[in-house]
């Protein structure tokens, strides 16, 4: 019986290979590693561990580490704290996934090489992001200052609203949220405009539009600049900022062909435990 069984498994996997149109094995590919970094006071530098929680029981390389394994769809982590100094520069050369900056208040200066998907700034960062990023996530008391382009940028209060903002780029969509009740959206945010001092909104509602795809008022200033791509077609993780959902691509047509070759190996497999039985 164990031996059909594996049989069967065996059948079923070469079914998916050998009946699923245009199924192409090197799409798919393990998750991402996550790279933590930290101050450590005795050696007077900041630190980094291949761990998405930092270890104080795990031993620690130099940030030339990260540098030199970082990879596409990798994720990092900065644990900050009061007695952490500022961090000038953190240099990402990869299509990082995630970047948390969790309690960095000393200031951290982020610059984004390729692209970074999600930013996170937690727990009273304060952060100057350069380079290229799709999503930023500014939260409570933190202070984020964006100098490019940027998608979609969530203003977002879980437990205060003081957080201070300033884009230089252009803003695809501003969400402002509290704990979950989105209370304004601001569509194709001109360079330069959006402001948010101690958690108010300051930017001039001349330089913006309320839905989505339209463009402000050409009264002041020169034409809005469109973002690369409609921030609608991303969802940050952890946020309750709707995304877009995908066509279906003939997946239906994929199930039928999945289960009639299924079918076929386990005919076949039966025939077989039968005939030598």
């Given at each position: 019986?164990?031996?059909?069984?594996?049989?069967?498994?065996?059948?079923?996997?070469?079914?998916?290979?050998?009946?699923?149109?245009?199924?192409?094995?090197a799409k798919v590919s393990a998750a991402g590693d996550t790279y933590s970094v930290k101050y450590v006071p005795d050696l007077e530098e900041w630190r980094v561990q291949k761990l998405a929680q930092w270890d104080d029981t795990r031993e620690n390389g130099a940030l030339s580490y990260l540098y030199?394994?970082?990879?596409?769809g990798d994720s990092v982590v900065v644990w900050g704290s009061d007695s952490s100094p500022y961090m000038k520069d953190l240099n990402l050369d990869a299509d990082v996934k995630n970047l948390?900056?969790?309690?960095?208040?000393?200031?951290?200066?982020?610059?984004?090489?390729k692209n970074i998907t999600d930013v996170y700034v937690v727990k009273g960062t304060s952060v100057s992001l350069h380079g290229k990023y799709q999503n930023v996530h500014v939260y409570d008391n933190c202070a984020a200052n964006v100098n490019n382009d940027v998608e979609f940028l969530q203003i977002s209060k879980d437990s205060v609203m003081e957080m201070n903002v300033t884009a230089v780029g252009t803003v695809g969509h501003c969400q402002i949220d509290s704990k979950g009740n989105v209370l304004k959206d601001m569509y194709n945010v001109?360079?330069?405009?959006?402001?948010?001092?101690?958690?108010?909104?300051?930017?001039?509602?001349?330089?913006?539009?309320?839905?989505?795809g339209a463009q402000p008022a050409a009264a002041p200033a020169q034409p809005a600049s469109q973002p690369a791509s409609q921030p609608a077609t991303t969802t940050p993780a952890t946020t309750n900022n709707g995304g877009a959902v995908s066509p279906k691509t003939g997946e239906d047509n994929y199930a039928i062909w999945l289960i009639a070759g299924a079918a076929f190996c386990f005919a076949g497999a039966f025939a077989a435990k039968k005939k030598f039985a």
């Open positions: 019986m164990k031996l059909f069984k594996r049989i069967m498994a065996t059948a079923l996997a070469a079914a998916l290979i050998a009946f699923v149109p245009g199924f192409n094995a030199g394994s970082l990879r596409d948390t900056l969790y309690g960095v208040t000393q200031g951290i200066i982020v610059h984004s090489n001109k360079a330069d405009s959006l402001r948010i001092v101690k958690g108010v909104d300051k930017t001039d509602p001349a330089t913006y539009s309320t839905t989505p």
